[in-house]
């Protein structure tokens, strides 16, 4: 008999911004030079953070747009392991992966060509590795110990005042949690409903704000609104 599964697809609306990665990783494999370019998707998702949250990754970052859009529809959709969230696992990554940045780097410096290919070789293994896990676990697994993600959710406001562009999933006190509509199809899986009632939104520093839970929300009590009463 097949096993049910708490988290399930969710079809993903909007543009298709994984064609971007697509066309980076073709034509940088052609042009290294052109691996420069990830320098916009290693600097924007920490720089929107600190406004934001982890805006960037629900609704701008290509490789996540691919996860979403393409890889959901043939992911199994098993919980993302425990660890790859801890803290430990999650520095351990930022500076594993920093630091073989920063050799290769060193060995590249001066030449655009090959510091070009470091950011490209970069980009490539880790969306192997991002879509071998969507295929083992959920789609977003990788963006839950994503180096850029972690320090994004590091810079990301946790508390009032908020910045006036910061937003956050709002769910109305009449939730009482029974579908859990909300956490079954939240790519990061986690759970939007505990925040229900409270006025600042769900403060998860991991929610990226992609909507999905209030799109699934059978009762339409759920949004994503400004959280910036208190400027």
């Known amino acids: ?56 990754c629900g609704n701008a ?9 393409l890889l959901a529809k043939y992911s199994p959709h098993r919980p993302i392991p425990a660890f790859v969230r801890t803290k430990g696992f999650r520095t351990f990554m930022v500076l594993f992966i920093f630091t073989v940045f920063g050799v290769q780097m060193h060995f590249a410096w001066g030449d655009w060509n090959a510091m ?45 005042p908020f910045p006036k562009a910061f937003t956050s999933v709002t769910v109305d006190s009449s939730c009482r949690m029974k579908c859990k509509s ?19 939104g ?5 929610c990226i704000k992609c909507g999905k839970c209030v799109a699934s929300c059978p009762l339409k009590i759920m949004e994503i609104k400004p959280q910036n009463k208190s400027l």
């Open 1 to 56: 008999m097949k096993q049910n599964r708490f988290h399930k697809y969710f079809p993903t609306k909007g543009y298709n911004l994984h064609l971007i990665l697509l066309a980076y990783l073709l034509a940088g494999f052609f042009y290294p030079v052109i691996g420069l370019l990830a320098l916009i998707c290693m600097i924007a998702p920490v720089a929107f953070a600190v406004s934001r949250g982890r805006w960037w």
């Open 61 to 69: 970052c290509p490789r996540g747009n691919m996860y979403d859009r």
């Open 116 to 160: 070009g290919r470091v950011f490209w070789n970069i980009i490539f293994i880790t969306t192997i590795v991002g879509i071998i896990l969507s295929f083992v676990f959920a789609p977003r697994t990788w963006c839950s110990f994503c180096p850029m993600g972690t320090l994004s959710a590091l810079v990301t406001p946790k508390k009032s």
């Open 182 to 200: 909300c956490a079954r199809v939240c790519p990061m899986q986690i759970t939007p409903f505990d925040s229900r009632g409270n006025a600042s």
């Open 202 to 206: 769900y403060l998860h520093a991991d």
